[in-house]
């Protein structure tokens, strides 16, 4: 074998290298290429995924907004409830103590009352002596008028 065999073998074997070599490439390179679409596919899954976490985000800050409006709503109706309550504390305090009172002059007026109805009665029992009297006298005096007319 000359040296231009064995230079061409070494060629061709170097040629066969590159060529496996370049197909090796081309695999790596598909291998890469389907790796970059997934993660392009992943990347642009992620993207829409933080864009439905961002609404949903902004969702959760307008119900926590609406329901801190709600909240402060409520405290001031609370408080509104609060002071009605203590207004009608108050009322019933002052109505008891009116009651108390009226209760008082009521005891006091039905004493008076029954004070005066047992005077009426004992007047009562006199005018009715005073008028049995009288029909005694009178009987009295029919007799006598009859005596004195026979």
């Known amino acids: 074998m000359d040296t231009t065999d064995i230079r061409m073998r ?11 070599q370049n197909e090796e490439s081309k695999v790596i390179n598909a291998g890469i290429f389907e790796v970059l679409n997934d993660l392009r596919t992943v990347t642009t899954e992620l993207r829409a995924e933080m864009t439905g976490l961002r609404s949903d985000m902004d969702g959760l800050r307008s119900d926590m907004d609406g329901f801190r409006t709600d909240m402060d709503g409520f405290r001031t109706d609370m408080d509104g409830f609060r002071t009605e309550l203590d207004k009608l504390r108050v009322g019933q305090d002052e109505l008891r103590a009116e009651m108390r009172t ?21 007047s009562m029992k006199r005018v009715e002596g005073d008028v049995a009297e009288l029909k005694a006298g009178h009987i009295e005096l029919r007799h006598l008028v009859a005596g004195l007319v026979k």
């Open 10 to 20: 070494v060629l061709e074997t170097d040629v066969a290298k590159l060529r496996l």
């Open 102 to 122: 009226g209760h008082a002059e009521l005891r006091e007026e039905i004493s008076v009352v029954k004070r005066s109805v047992g005077n009426l009665e004992l």
